[in-house]
């Protein structure tokens, strides 16, 4: 059952610490998203990579947050340095070809930054 | 901006009942649309999608119809189970192909 996983599942920091959360898309798929979802913003699409080129971090904010592919089996997603507004489950999903609205989520991580 | 929304924030149904999910749209130019279901503490999975060319499109248990003439959306569910409780999100294909734009959610909750 393939399926796209993250880790850690749980971060409790303080601010001003860095963050790294990792996902593992399903194999094969080319198409990586990184998302944030609140109860005031809900889903924001915050970057995606394709073929592990960033197309598009539009919605990340830049001066401390940052997105790379080291390889097709891992995305990265840093924050340096955290902030309590930063608070938030932080979701990975990936898509296979050209049907990259058709995305598998993983279970998220869920970020608390105190 | 394009920006996709929900009529109802919450649904409530009697298990067996039959679910209508509404959902609208401003973005006349999406390609797809498509229902995601969000169970509590999971990430969002894919349930089905409707091309723009097509007004309706069934799966099992659920169905889609698309009104492009009024940009509006929904999602039919038969004979609800307490397993449909969840939150639904509408997304359609943005402006970039790749993006898509989610709704606010509906939450669905079956009672017995």
């Known amino acids: 059952d393939a399926r796209v996983t993250q880790t850690p599942r749980h971060k409790v920091t303080e601010m001003g610490q860095e963050v790294t959360m990792r996902c593992q898309p399903i194999l094969g798929h080319n198409t990586v998203f990184w998302y944030r979802q609140t109860m005031m913003q809900g889903l924001e699409l915050l970057a995606y990579?394709?073929?592990?080129?960033?197309?598009?971090d539009s919605g990340m904010p830049k001066d401390r947050f940052s997105a790379e592919m080291p390889d097709a089996t891992l995305a990265t997603l840093k924050i340096q340095p955290s902030e309590p507004r930063d608070s938030a489950v932080y979701f990975c999903a990936s898509a296979e070809g050209a049907k990259t609205y058709e995305q598998y989520f993983g279970p998220g991580t869920r970020l608390t930054v105190t | 901006g394009e920006s996709v929304g929900l009529h109802l924030p919450t649904l409530s149904v009697q298990e067996g009942d039959n679910s209508i999910i509404n959902c609208a749209y401003s973005?006349?130019?999406?390609?797809?649309f498509i229902w995601y279901k969000q169970e509590s503490g999971k990430g969002p999975q894919f349930i089905i999608d409707i091309r723009s060319n097509m007004d309706k499109r069934q799966g099992q248990r659920v169905t889609v119809l698309l009104n492009k003439t009024v940009k509006h959306l929904s999602l039919q569910i038969a004979a609800t189970q307490p397993g449909d409780s969840a939150v639904y999100f509408c997304?359609?294909?943005?402006?970039?192909?790749?993006?898509?734009?989610f709704g606010a959610g509906t939450r669905l909750a079956v009672h017995p």
């Open positions: 990579f394709r073929n592990r080129a960033p197309l598009d």
């Open positions: 997304a359609s294909t943005g402006r970039l192909y790749n993006k898509l734009i």
């Open positions: 973005n006349s130019a999406s390609d797809y």
